[in-house]
């Protein structure tokens, strides 16, 4: 018989522990704990930054020499104005998504002005139809070359000056800086697949619709309806068939882009809620900014990870009932989108003082009056240099603002139009530089444009071979307008603000299609 030769011992009664004993135990375990709490950290820590490294290298710059030498001056306030565009630019795989060559030229498609109140607990997005006419004021080419000023040019236009496959984003930041007299503080352009991939990132948008859409509403060239693309009612989209909804327009309402904005944003609505309700914290923005920044295109003040960070945690504050959007004051011209005036320059005159679409203050200096009970100016306030003698009783006059001083033309037209005059319009000039203010006419004109120039004294008068009668305001109509003492504007013009969507919003509420 064999033996093994593992003994059986007899159990061992356990001592209790010494006190020295117990207290190595536990500086045994957290010493553990702590390894591992420092190899996350760690670990985090080269993610994080790997992940910044990424997003540094993801991020493109246009060229900031093609901004404009006469830009406006910064607003006393604290708040910033972002340019965000939405570019239809087919290159870079963005083709796949939105159909077309990929070498044809870059074009907007969407753009809104986004002020940032000084309190950073406001925010209004101006959007600006694609088809409203504009002044396009020199932009520089590829070549170095610089354009010359196109006056009742679509606003579109202004991106692709140059031809270009991606487009020119300075050439619309001047456009919009000559268009309101605010300046530009950053301009962020977005294309196709970075709008599909941060809708992807948030877990899809919910949206909502009036009806089934087909096909054939995305592509009217479509001779049939083609397959179901959208059901009637709310859905959650994202992806491609975000892209889808936010592009249809002829199958809507009555096919207009002034339709298709207002869809356009009620999404960025429901967006903005998606990534609020994530919380915007670092951690959380990292992926968005990851998936964002592929297909990003920002100014130089915007071109690394910690800029675009530290400016999207600037906005974590900004409520969402706060967040409004609007559609800059318009009219149908043709088949064009003219501006209404004076509504537009009263709109960017209320934010240029951080005013709020109800007509608080929203600026840094708390002490300042946040009510909105104080008077509205009346037709003639600052105009003081208009003789009340004279009678503009059928004579039509446009009004032209050859300064640099925002609002200038609105308040020379409300004094027209108190005198009688009919003003038929009121737009940036195309330079700046006027020193006396002159009115301009067509042929059999000369007696009508003699009255127009007497209600501006030491204004010159000249013929032109257009028709009409036109007022360019000089420098010399600045110097009798007491500018500063002209009233605060005291909210948003109620035709602009009646319109007005919250980010907090329903999707199905407060939408039209044309």
Known sequence: MTVSSHRRTAPQRHRPATRRERRRRRGGRARVVLVVCLT???LTGAGAGWLYLRLDGNITTFDAGGLSDNRPEAGASKGENVLVIGSDAR???NAALGGGDKNDIGRSDTTFLLHIYADHRHALAVSIPRDTLVTVPPCKLSDGGWTRTQTDTMFNAAYSVGQTARGNPACTQNTVEQLTGLRVDHTVVVDFKGFARLTEVVGGVRVCLPQDVYENDLDPHRTTPGKLLFKKGAQTVSGQRALDYVRIRHGIGDGSDIGRIKRQQAFVASLLKEVKSKGMSPAKLLPLADA???????????GSADKLLS???SLKDID???TKFVTLPWRYEGSRVAIVQPDADALWAA????RTIDGKNAGAKQGMDTSASSPSPTPAAGAASVSVSVSGDGIEVAVYNGTTVTGLAARAAAALTADGFTVTGTATASAQDHPVTLVEYGPG????AQTVARAFPGAGIEPVTGSGISVVLGQSYVGTTDVSASPTPTAVPSEVADGARSADDDPCSNLTYG
């Open 311 to 313: 400016f999207a945690m």
């Open 292 to 302: 964002a920044t592929e297909s990003l295109t920002v100014d130089p003040g915007l």
């Open 40 to 42: 996350l950290l760690v």
């Open 320 to 322: 969402l009932h706060n």
């Open 445 to 448: 004109l000369r007696t009508r």
């Open 351 to 354: 934010l240029k003082a951080d």
């Open 91 to 93: 290159t870079g795989g």
